[in-house]
């Protein structure tokens, strides 16, 4: 997940920056914004979770990062993905389509996450 909402940041601000803000906007949602202090012991992450509202005709090439692909919502249930994805990240992600949510997470030294969701806006309005 890490790659692809980085990726998907880098879109947002290329696009913004060749073609427009605007189109940007149009063509990406912020669904959500996650912090993890201490990720694997080691690293701290800020992540910006977008969805992308127009369909993608090509997939962009492969990148130092890897490679885009695409994978139902049942298969990533089968990725090897990190333990905080599956715990919070996916669920908050699919519960806010269309809203928005900004989350932290305390990642442990013992592999313990403790989390907290500071934000939740759901599509149909409600706040969490």
Known sequence: MRNVTLRQMKVFVSVARHLSFTRAARELHLTGIVSEHGFQGQSHWLMFLFEVKTKILNLPAPHREGRFQFFSREQLNQLN???????????????????????????????GNEWTLEESLTLDGTDH
């Open 81 to 111: 993905v990190p333990q905080t994805d599956v715990e919070q990240i996916w669920p908050w992600f699919w519960q806010h389509r269309g809203g928005f949510f900004a989350a932290h997470c305390r990642c442990d030294p013992d592999g």
